[in-house]
């Protein structure tokens, strides 16, 4: 089962940033937070990911709580391109050194123009 | 250029076929994933593989196979199709030789498989 959870969905203006929040309240030290979105029928895309400082780049930001147990997707400045399941996933190990990612349902967002 | 393409885009077929999907990724990397991603949304890993080390999860049917002629592709076999092999199929792939050790995964566009 997914370690993560999100709002079903969200609803946003365009040109404005967007907080997509998750809970992880059951992380572990060493688990890694991912963040993917699938665009409408399309394969996953990669995000960004984090482990404990606050991490950019071009796509977004992610803003990591002090103990860990939530995180927050940043969109600055939202379009309709950016309309899709976001997915927020924590890196579940497998052992010997292999890691899985286990999907929850994700966050819907919706952007107005 | 495509970094993870999947072919056939769709697959209609009847019960009891076997059928493939190709997968192929010019990324360079050492390991592939797939993925099935049912009616619900939810996407499930199936099997990740480097040319080493096969890793199944314990939940998918015997009747589905990986095979890799060579570090670019990964193809999924499918024997006795069910209606409930009904989904999406996505690849994946990696760098590194453990599955997900660099953290980031390249997925293709999926193969949208009907079993009538």
């Known amino acids: 089962d997914a370690k993560t959870t999100q709002p079903n969905s969200m609803e946003s203006n365009e040109e404005e940033p967007v907080h997509l929040p998750c809970n992880h309240s059951t992380i572990s030290g060493t688990d890694y937070i991912h963040w993917y979105r699938q665009l409408p029928s399309q394969g996953p895309e990669y995000v960004i990911h984090g482990l404990t400082s606050n991490v950019n780049n071009r796509m977004a930001s992610l803003a990591i709580a002090e103990d860990r147990k939530s995180s927050t997707l940043i969109l600055h400045r939202a379009t309709l391109r950016d309309a899709a399941v976001y997915y927020c996933i924590l890196r579940d190990p497998l052992g010997d050194s292999n890691y899985q990612l286990i999907w929850g349902a994700g966050t819907k967002l919706i952007i107005k123009p | 250029d495509t970094a993870v393409s999947q072919t056939p885009k769709y697959l209609v077929t009847q019960m009891g076929n076997d059928k493939s999907i190709k997968c192929e990724q010019n990324l360079g990397h050492d390991t592939m994933y797939w993925y099935k991603q049912d009616s619900k949304k939810f996407l499930k890993i199936m099997f990740s593989?480097?040319?080493?080390?096969?890793?199944i999860n314990e939940t998918v049917p015997n009747r589905f196979s990986p095979k890799s002629p060579d570090k670019a592709h990964l193809n999924l076999h499918i024997n006795s199709l069910e209606l409930g092999d009904s989904a999406v199929y996505f690849c994946?792939?990696?760098?590194?030789?453990?599955?997900?050790?660099?953290?980031?995964?390249?997925f293709g566009p999926g193969t949208r498989l009907t079993v009538l």
């Open positions: 593989y480097n040319n080493k080390e096969l890793i």
């Open positions: 994946a792939s990696s760098p590194g030789k453990k599955a997900l050790s660099y953290n980031e995964q390249f």
